[in-house]
């Protein structure tokens, strides 16, 4: 499955490092997500982007900021961050997400490590 | 709120064994449910979604049925692989949601023995 694909595969970074994480979608999709995935918690939703806006952020720490500069692209940049951050960083897109029958379409996933 | 709830895992098999993995949920409205399979060290793959009540899901030889009276879409297999080794999430998505918000269980672990 390559419709959604994410670089880079693993990351390591210290503290006050800053780093970037990307995600494209080859489906033609209009919507995206960043989702944590952190060991024993159920996957979280971080932010949604419904047509290049953003339309949900779920109480999302400062240190994570999302920029989708259009449909096929998102990009999770991050500074500062600790290491409970540390977790498997999900995106996914989808054509609508305000339809209920909306499917959501993972990519790999990107293993942060914060040292 | 919204919330789904499957069985604890690990569940472990045998190859060729039948595979039940429970699934109910609680929703305000008329929710979609999906369940994605992860598999080691990849992303969440669709598995399998039905949309209304008394539709069947399937794929890979995987089926599950949309029961709205028990609030349920129990996952199925009639007989499985070591390939079948993987986690997997019962999802649903509901208009009472937020916006593209998948409510996702825990996940269950399967390990398939040879």
């Known amino acids: 499955e390559t419709g959604v694909t994410q670089t880079p595969r693993h990351l390591v970074m210290g503290m006050t490092n800053k780093k970037s994480l990307k995600c494209e979608q080859h489906l033609g999709h209009n919507a995206m997500y960043w989702y944590k995935q952190s060991a024993k918690k159920p996957l979280e939703l971080m932010f949604v982007y419904n047509f290049k806006e953003q339309t949900e952020n779920n109480s999302v720490p400062s240190r994570f900021s999302p920029e989708c500069p259009n449909s096929s692209h998102l990009f999770l940049h991050l500074h500062t961050l600790q290491p409970e951050d540390s977790a498997l960083y999900l995106c996914a897109s989808s054509q609508d997400p305000l339809l209920v029958t909306d499917t959501q379409y993972f990519g790999p996933g990107t293993r942060l490590t914060v040292l | 709120g919204d919330s789904v709830t499957q069985m604890e895992g690990p569940v472990t098999l045998s190859e060729e064994a039948f595979l039940t993995i429970n699934c109910t949920y609680t929703a305000t409205g008329y929710p979609s449910l999906f369940w994605y399979v992860q598999y080691p060290g990849e992303g969440l793959q669709l598995l399998l979604k039905?949309?209304?009540?008394?539709d069947k899901g399937s794929n890979k030889g995987f089926e599950a049925t949309y029961r709205k009276e028990t609030t349920s879409f129990h996952l199925e297999k009639g007989s499985v692989q070591v390939s079948d080794s993987a986690v997997y999430f019962c999802a649903l998505s509901d208009w009472g949601g937020s916006q593209g918000n998948l409510i996702f269980g825990k996940g269950t672990k399967l390990s398939v023995k040879p």
């Open positions: 039905a949309t209304k009540a008394d």
